[in-house]
């Protein structure tokens, strides 16, 4: 279990953290939860730095890494769900193609077949990443706001969700265009492992 290791299972662990701190109705938990998140993808991009850097690439962390980053934004984008920041159709559709790719990577794996996750899908993570802290910062922004005792319009402003909706739907397209590009550039790697 060495340090990029490490890093990745600190992530899945900071996960129900961040969901637990964000649903507290209250402003000093959502700047701890959006601090948790913050540091949770941190290791996102430290893990596999480190992992290249020292040369300690293994099977387990080609495999856990990815797996790590589906369950923090599933987490953050449930939690947003829950609070009805964005719609769940959305989110159901890039849930289920995290999963679904993940337990074809996961049969994979176990019939000893490494499957790395392509340039297009990290492009995808990032875009992911992006969308959750834009919508952390404006829940940040309310609570804030409104603990002053302010009331602005921004937060009662249907266009606002519009927005979120429409970074939302093109997050969802470009993870379900990534899972389509995936079974496409091992579909012969998928035959053999559905054998």
């Known amino acids: 279990m060495n340090l990029p290791n490490k890093l990745t ?3 899945i662990l900071l996960s129900p953290v961040f969901m637990v701190l964000f649903l507290v109705d209250n ?8 601090l948790v998140f913050v540091i949770a993808a941190l290791t996102d991009a430290y893990d596999g730095y480190l992992a290249r ?7 387990f962390g080609k495999f856990m890494d990815p797996l790590a980053d589906k369950i923090l934004t599933a987490t953050a984008f449930v939690s947003f769900v829950a609070l009805g920041y964005v719609k769940a159709w959305m989110i159901l559709a890039i849930i289920v193609r995290e999963f679904f790719i993940t337990g074809l990577r996961s049969l994979a794996a176990y019939k000893g077949i490494v499957i790395m996750p392509s340039l297009l899908a990290q492009w995808k993570t990032a875009c992911q990443m992006i969308v959750i802290f834009i919508i952390l910062l404006y829940t940040n922004l309310e609570m804030t706001f409104l603990s002053l005792g302010y009331s602005s319009n921004l937060f009662h402003n249907p266009w606002t969700f519009r927005v979120f909706d429409g970074l939302v739907f093109i997050t969802m397209l470009l993870t379900l265009g990534t899972g389509i590009d995936y079974m496409v550039k091992n579909a012969s790697l998928l035959k053999e492992v559905l054998r």
Request: glycine residues 12%.
């Open 9 to 11: 299972i600190s992530r």
């Open 27 to 34: 402003i000093y938990s959502r700047y701890f939860a959006t």
């Open 53 to 59: 850097k020292t040369g300690v690439v293994t099977g």
